[in-house]
């Protein structure tokens, strides 16, 4: 059973930066595709990025993070992190990792296990 742990969301100021973690269990993340999705009070969950199975590049589904958010993965550490940057309060949200064995997509259907999604609470 593929466990996801995220961790890493708290309250931070306008301008500040984040890092959240994803640690999987059950299975190696190597060779998964790694989407971080979104959502807001009211709103629809939003895909942010997904890092890509096979080269680990970014793919991102979110314009407004181009430029602040990195996703990375650690295959020793078995996690994913996403590291958020410039942070202003229209990131608020919780946030979410999710893993699927094919190729990115921001649709989240597609994904197979997730996480249990970790508050992040940007002030201004």
């Known amino acids: 059973q593929v466990q996801l742990v995220e961790s890493g969301g708290g309250l931070v100021q306008s301008g500040g930066s984040l890092r959240l973690s994803c640690a999987a269990s059950?299975?190696?993340?190597?060779?998964?595709?790694i989407g971080w999705f979104r959502q807001a009070p009211g709103k629809e969950r939003e895909g942010v990025l997904c890092i890509s199975r096979t080269s680990d590049r970014n793919i991102y589904y979110a314009d407004s993070v181009k430029g602040r958010f990195t996703g990375s993965r650690d295959k020793g550490k078995n996690t994913v992190y996403l590291q958020m940057n410039s942070l202003t309060p229209e990131d608020t949200a919780v946030y979410y990792c999710?893993?699927?064995?094919?190729?990115?997509?921001?649709?989240?259907?597609?994904?197979?296990?997730w996480g249990q999604g970790t508050q992040v609470t940007v002030s201004s």
């Open positions: 999710a893993m699927m064995y094919g190729y990115c997509s921001d649709y989240p259907q597609r994904y197979r296990y």
């Open positions: 059950g299975s190696t993340l190597e060779n998964s595709a």
